[in-house]
């Protein structure tokens, strides 16, 4: 795959512009805590987590549920522009002092309107540019870029830059991700070719041909809200149980992430399994991973199980998109697949809702055992609803 420039210089922008954005994981908090104002802090980091996803989640189910279509390209610039230009601003205020919360919050709902649009994007032109045979290996290779990117290069880089510069730093670097994505937009992806500005059929009317893909949406939204109650837990799990501080919850999250591109890499060597009860059997791997989490006292030992829980959960998304997208026209992928990529990323705000309560209630140990059985408890409506029978018209990609 990556001897095409085509899809190695639309993947090298991916990849860099997510290390952008694996850096605001670091920096965006801090930038919070230090704005002025009466605030609750915790509801400040929280309205700034949320602010990204409302007009992004509303352009995206526009798109996925609506027959107007705007090509792949035409979004994923709007996305770079629009984002480089945010965080550049950001970056100009912070640095000054001028920055504040209303104006952080104003920037981040605006900046990221084409968030989701654009993400679904990038993974259609980069899919269409390997065509069918190559499209399992580049949803593979996505899937390793977002990995490596959020949960090893992005926070690594961003804590050094915090550290030794400021979070306005990372502001700046951010917006140059966002410019380094938008030429490779530019110089690897094509003018397309002219498409009528409407379609016969919304996102969910062409997932309502194909029963299972519709069905496997719903799973995978409740596997990924379920997940979520588990990075609540994790913090107070840390210093609770493990008595191991910030030091140790670093120590936790890179194991995951070390698991978890580990799992990316190792994708393309499943394509040849059968999809569907792939899929089921990764959803139940993950849900013991949290039980044995609660049940250990050990760092090293609650290091390895994380580590196991990010191999086996890495391959579920690249795995589903490969599926869901293997029986659609090229003219059906924009609109399925940004309605997919928009209900399962609004399940993590969700979730996190969800996990503050339960948590409180449950204690740490408690919430991530809940979220162990709960997961079990999707296994067997997972496993009905992906592995029915499928009808004659349903593609597989077994």
Same mark, same amino acid.
């Given at each position: ?243 191991? %501080? /910030? @030091?140790?919850?670093?120590? *936790?999250?890179? &194991? =995951? !992430? ?5 799992? $990316?890499?190792?994708? #393309? ?73 928009? %209900? /399962? @990323?609004?399940?993590?705000? *969700?979730?996190? &809702? =969800? !996990? ?5 209630? $449950?204690?740490?140990? #408690? ?32």
């Amino acid at each position: 795959m990556l001897r095409d420039r085509r899809i190695a210089g639309l993947l090298l922008g991916d990849l860099l512009a997510g290390v952008g954005t694996g850096m605001l994981l670091v920096a965006m908090p801090v930038q919070t805590l230090s704005l002025p104002g009466g605030v609750p802090k915790a509801i400040a980091i929280g309205l700034v987590e949320a602010a990204p996803f409302v007009l992004s989640t509303a352009l995206a189910l526009a798109i996925g549920l609506g027959r107007v279509r705007v090509p792949p390209r035409t979004l994923l610039v709007a996305d770079c522009v629009l984002r480089a230009l945010t965080f550049t601003a950001l970056g100009v205020l912070a640095a000054t002092g001028s920055l504040t919360l209303p104006v952080l919050l104003a920037g981040l709902f605006f900046g990221a309107t084409f968030r989701l649009a654009g993400a679904s994007s990038r993974r259609v032109l980069a899919t269409a540019a390997a065509g069918e045979a190559g499209r399992f290996s580049v949803n593979g290779l996505l899937g390793l870029n977002t990995t490596f990117a959020l949960y090893i290069a992005g926070p690594v880089l961003g804590g050094i830059v915090v550290a030794t510069a400021g979070a306005s730093l990372a502001l700046f670097l951010d917006a140059c991700g966002a410019l380094v994505l938008l030429a490779a937009t530019l110089a690897f992806v094509p003018q397309p070719a002219e498409a009528p500005a409407r379609s016969g059929s919304s996102g969910w009317r062409i997932l309502r041909r194909r029963p299972v893909a519709a069905r496997l949406l719903v799973v995978e939204f409740f596997f990924n809200f379920l997940y979520m109650p588990v990075e609540v837990a994790l913090p107070l799990y840390v210093s609770g149980t493990l008595h191991a %501080g /910030a @030091t140790g919850l670093g120590w *936790l999250w890179g &194991a =995951l !992430g070390v698991g978890a591109f580990l799992g $990316a890499a190792l994708v #393309g060597r499943l394509r040849n399994l059968p999809q569907r009860p792939l899929l089921v059997a990764i959803i139940g791997l993950w849900a013991l991973c949290p039980i044995a989490l609660a049940l250990t006292g050990d760092l090293t030992v609650a290091l390895v199980v994380f580590g196991l829980g990010g191999l086996v959960y890495a391959p579920f998304t690249p795995v589903a998109y490969s599926f869901l997208q293997a029986g659609l026209a090229p003219a059906e992928q924009q609109p399925v697949v940004t309605l997919w990529t928009t %209900g /399962a @990323t609004v399940a993590a705000p *969700l979730g996190l &809702a =969800l !996990g503050g309560p339960l948590i409180e209630l $449950a204690g740490s140990s #408690g919430g991530l055992v809940l979220s162990g059985v709960l997961t079990l408890l999707l296994l067997p409506i997972a496993a009905r609803a992906v592995l029915g029978r499928t009808p004659e018209r349903e593609p597989t990609c077994a």
